[in-house]
């Protein structure tokens, strides 16, 4: 399925991007990618830089640039990055710029994972339902983590207690909390899974 087969115009950053850069089957990607198994599946976030280093790469062919192996991951990753210095951004996009590319334009086409979720789901129709066996699963290795965690604490606070640290009677305590930087919303784990995410919908 394309994402105008009925002749209207697309809707949506996502469905709009692959119709005017011409990405012929990368929306079908995204959703096998989103929805498939095991190590085959990605997360919305993984699926955003996918789609947009494969934007860069279009972008790129049609300045006729010819990047090596590995280069058009690696321009991505210096525009993109927090952690990449600013100077080498800087050379980054003057080199955009000499082989054509408006590079303003190019990084205000890149696409959040929540306009990827948007696309596979209200456009594609798409829908990713992980089991319960397999929440359970993560949540009972998290529950086991934390115990872990708590008595190895307090097997170490016990054996200081009296000699290197003053310390009574005590109790450890174990909070481990979930805190989404796009939505601001901060959930424990087990609250987080209960009610099957935060507040970004």
């Not at 929805?35 to 996918?50: F, I, K, N, P, Q």
């Not at 209200?122 to 929440?135: I, K, M, N, T």
């Amino acid at each position: 399925m394309t994402d105008a087969d009925d002749g209207s115009r697309p809707s949506g950053k996502v469905a709009r991007l692959i119709d005017e850069y011409d990405l012929t089957g990368l929306g079908a990607e995204l959703e096998d990618r989103w929805t498939a198994t095991g190590d085959r599946r990605m997360s919305l976030r993984d699926l955003a830089d996918y789609f947009n280093r494969e934007l860069l790469a279009s972008v790129l062919a049609d300045a006729d640039a010819q990047p090596l192996d590995g280069e058009v991951e690696n321009t991505y990753r210096v525009l993109t990055d927090d952690d990449v210095r600013s100077a080498s951004r800087t050379r980054a996009r003057r080199r955009l710029e000499r082989e054509g590319v408006d590079v303003d334009d190019l990084e205000s086409s890149f696409v959040t994972y929540q306009a990827v979720r948007s696309y596979l789901k209200d456009g594609r129709g798409a829908e990713y339902s992980p089991s319960g066996a397999s929440v359970a699963d993560r949540r009972r290795t998290i529950q086991q983590l934390q115990g872990r965690l708590q008595s190895v604490t307090e097997s170490k606070l016990d054996s200081l207690a009296g000699e290197e640290v003053t310390l009574g009677e005590f109790r450890t305590l174990v909070n481990v909390r979930v805190v989404c930087e796009d939505c601001g919303a901060q959930y424990e784990v087990s609250e987080l899974l209960d009610r099957g995410g935060c507040d970004c919908e």
